[in-house]
């Protein structure tokens, strides 16, 4: 018969096996940390006690984020069985990673935050409600998650990072960088710490001491996953923002286009670079080709909107103007299955304007995207990944040789980062 332990946060845990507990707090370690052995060592922890029901869930969570959604859904299902007859604790843990797994996220966030409030140390939880808040665009809720539960993690790097990325995303950007830093302190190689500082040192528009702070930060970050290529996506923002185009690039072809990947993070941070250049007046040309086809590939995987706007965006700046028209068709054919309304109301006619952009109908670029502006946060991701969007309907203005917005935009983006692109732009 199992026997109850305790995890590293201090909370019980049904199992008889001391090895497959010390495990599982390593795969927790990992998943927090943004280590590619996450999956492996949940899967150790599972074999050594299959009756460890948070293993099996944490290799659901896994499993899902690399889009092996049937495997996903084989091992959250072995872990709903496994806690049928376990705590309350354990079982509440296992529902709501499932209904988030189920693409609920409406009741998967009401389970999650149900669940913090009777055990606020269950941080395999508290991260996955952080991210779906992200993919939601619902920053607000993101800050107050961590403000709440902060004080119940002294001393922890990692909820640490969290809070700092929600004080940059609220526009508390010293703030940020203070708390990035304190979590550095603890521990250097927390990933979304070093990824709140860089967000907080480029939205405050220190450009030059993130390009010096970011190489030194990033290198202890061993063992990560996809994610240290969004580090780096990141040291390439900031070579852009001081006006490096070539740096950028540089970057872009070491990191995202020798070894192109169909992993959604690696392909928004590889399309929305080469978007960018674009913007800049930099042609990418035929670096858009193995892009064009990941693209082609992944028309059918609806996806997170974010991602699927990225799939429009390489389709047509690539040139494949009946894939990008396909896709767009696709997309408004499930329109009517969204009942947020997000689909048909946000991401149709993004995807629209954004064609017409890579078209050169700047007008029509303008007409489709500038009434979105207010509802682009729903789409998720970062202030500095939404600003592709916001950035392609300022530069649209332009060559539309629409004076008053165009002057209207500068003025508001310049007021907000004045990167190098948008300070020429006002010369």
């Avoid at 708390?179 to 907080?200: E, F, G, S």
């Avoid at 799939?311 to 009942?339: F, I, N, Q, W, Y």
């Avoid at 946000?346 to 009434?371: H, I, M, S």
Wanted: with cysteine.
């Amino acid at each position: 018969m199992s026997a109850m332990r305790r995890d590293a946060y201090g909370l019980p845990v049904t199992t008889a096996s001391a090895d497959a507990l010390a495990t599982y707090d390593r795969a927790v370690r990992s998943l927090l940390g943004w280590e590619a052995d996450a999956l492996a060592l949940f899967r150790a922890a599972a074999a050594a006690d299959p009756g460890l029901a948070l293993a099996h869930a944490g290799a659901a969570i896994c499993l899902f984020l690399e889009e092996r959604f049937v495997e996903a859904k084989q091992a959250i299902e072995a872990a709903r069985a496994a806690a049928a007859t376990l705590s309350a604790r354990e079982r509440s843990h296992v529902e709501a990673i499932a209904l988030w797994i189920s693409a609920r996220p409406d009741d998967a966030v009401a389970a999650m935050r149900a669940h913090l409030a009777t055990y606020p140390r269950d941080v395999m939880v508290f991260q996955r409600l952080y991210y779906v808040y992200f993919w939601l665009g619902r920053f607000p809720q993101m800050l107050e998650l961590t403000e709440s539960l902060l004080p119940h993690y002294p001393g922890d790097s990692f909820v640490l990072g969290t809070h700092a990325f929600a004080l940059e995303e609220a526009d508390r950007c010293a703030e940020a960088i203070r708390t990035a830093d304190a979590a550095l302190a603890l521990n250097p190689r927390d990933a979304w710490a070093v990824h709140a500082l860089a967000h907080a040192l480029y939205e405050s528009a220190d450009f030059d001491t993130g390009v010096t702070r970011l190489p030194p930060a990033i290198h202890p970050c061993r063992g990560l996953n996809w994610f240290r290529n969004h580090l780096l996506w990141h040291l390439a923002l900031l070579h852009f923002a001081r006006g490096e185009y070539a740096r950028a690039a540089t970057i872009s072809r070491t990191v995202f286009e020798r070894a192109p990947s169909s992993i959604p993070g690696d392909l928004h941070d590889s399309i929305s670079l080469l978007w960018r250049m674009e913007l800049a007046g930099q042609p990418m040309g035929a670096r858009w080709t193995p892009f064009v086809a990941i693209g082609r590939e992944r028309m059918n995987r609806m996806g997170l909107p974010f991602h699927v706007a990225h799939v429009t965006m390489a389709l047509s700046a690539g040139g494949d103007v009946p894939g990008a028209e396909k896709h767009l068709a696709m997309v408004r054919e499930r329109a009517p299955k969204d009942p947020s309304g997000l689909v048909g109301d946000v991401l149709v006619p993004l995807l629209d304007g954004l064609q017409a952009f890579a078209a050169g109908d700047y007008a029509r670029t303008v007409a489709r995207l500038e009434p979105l502006r207010p509802r682009i946060v729903e789409l998720g991701g970062s202030r500095a990944q939404r600003d592709v969007f916001h950035d392609t309907l300022f530069e649209a203005a332009f060559r539309a040789g629409d004076a008053e917005r165009a002057g209207r935009f500068l003025a508001e983006r310049l007021a907000r980062r004045p990167d190098h692109f948008w300070r020429t732009r006002a010369a």
